[in-house]
């Protein structure tokens, strides 16, 4: 009995000998920034790092499927982080070497003909230091709920829970950092600076979420907001697969929702498009993973 339950934690899903459908997303992602800035021929540095990214990335799915070993394909599946936040970081480079220009003007054109008018000009009448503050904090745990949750995943999830988790994530990822090389944009915050008749002021977290910003965005990272898209998500993973964090999440992600708009960083056309890839991305991930695991006869995950 002992044997048997040690074999069962090595177990290998037998989906794992084969492409996964995140991983044609994030190579897809690289690839295009590849040849349309080899096309301008222009950031050759940048050139070169996708290049090697994508070597590194293509040889542990290449070593997963070839091994089937449980520690590489879990390595396969852990560097998808890692190449995510390359990418991301990226796109303050690319974006003026393409010559893309940002579209700030389109998207609150296309808010003030939703909502009529920017709602980040709208909720100046509520401003103080405290909810300031309280927004903040709320805009700052996503970072921490994303990364806690991919950490303990990584190393503490079965194969099959993390394969699920990347399934869905990283296909929203790929398709959202392309839409920042696509439809480039800087804020509310940067584009209507001079509109702003109240400042943002707060205590230690604003200040703390204010830097946090300044150094950790990509300057183009406005559509869709990936920020709701990915808390959504989290959220609906939560809620299948970890019921406390679903819980313990559900009003930070609320107040999420809520500082993306307050402290003037996107867009309600950023946050509908982010809600609506988040959903897509969600249940195709489970669609597929349904299907590739039936196929492979291994299916469970393990739920907190």
């Known amino acids: 009995?002992?044997?048997?339950?040690?074999?069962?934690?090595?177990?290998?899903?037998?989906?794992?000998?084969?492409?996964?459908?995140?991983?044609?997303?994030?190579?897809?992602?690289?690839?295009?920034?590849?040849?349309?800035?080899?096309?301008?021929?222009?950031?050759?540095?940048?050139?070169?790092?996708?290049?090697?990214?994508?070597?590194?990335?293509?040889?542990?799915?290449?070593?997963?499927?070839?091994?089937?070993?449980?520690?590489?394909?879990?390595?396969?599946?852990?560097?998808?982080?890692?190449?995510?936040?390359?990418?991301?970081?990226?796109?303050?480079?690319?974006?003026?070497?393409?010559?893309?220009?940002?579209?700030?003007?389109?998207?609150m054109m296309i808010d003030q003909f939703i909502v009529g008018s920017d709602l980040s000009l709208w909720v100046q009448r509520f401003y103080s230091k405290p909810l300031t503050e309280i927004m903040s904090i709320g805009y700052m745990l996503f970072i921490l709920f994303l990364f806690l949750t991919?950490?303990?995943?990584?190393?503490?999830?079965?194969?099959?829970?993390?394969?699920?988790?990347?399934?869905?994530?990283?296909?929203l990822y790929g398709i959202g950092i392309s839409g920042y090389s696509v439809v480039p944009a800087q804020g509310p915050y940067i584009f209507l600076a001079d509109e702003y008749s109240r400042p943002l002021e707060g205590y230690l977290f604003t200040e703390l979420n204010r830097l946090m910003v300044a150094f950790g965005s990509s300057a183009y990272d406005?559509?869709?907001s990936l920020h709701v898209g990915v808390g959504l998500f989290l959220l609906m993973f939560y809620r299948r697969y970890d019921r406390p964090f679903f819980s313990c999440y559900l009003l930070p992600f609320v107040l999420l929702v809520m500082s993306t708009i307050y402290l003037r960083y996107h867009y309600v056309i950023d946050l509908v498009c982010g809600v609506m890839l988040s959903l897509a991305c969600f249940h195709l991930g489970d669609y597929v993973f349904k299907k590739i695991s039936d196929e492979s006869r291994d299916h469970s995950i393990s739920k907190t």
């Open 1 to 107: 009995m002992v044997q048997k339950q040690e074999n069962d934690k090595i177990k290998i899903p037998g989906y794992f000998n084969k492409i996964l459908l995140h991983e044609i997303f994030m190579t897809g992602l690289f690839v295009q920034l590849l040849i349309r800035l080899v096309i301008c021929g222009t950031l050759w540095t940048w050139v070169l790092i996708y290049t090697a990214v994508l070597m590194i990335y293509i040889g542990f799915i290449h070593q997963g499927i070839i091994t089937m070993s449980p520690l590489i394909n879990r390595l396969r599946l852990i560097t998808n982080m890692i190449i995510m936040n390359i990418a991301f970081t990226s796109i303050k480079y690319v974006i003026p070497a393409l010559g893309k220009t940002p579209q700030d003007n389109r998207l």
């Open 150 to 171: 991919f950490i303990l995943y990584s190393f503490r999830a079965d194969l099959n829970k993390l394969s699920r988790f990347c399934l869905g994530l990283f296909i």
């Open 222 to 224: 406005v559509f869709p």
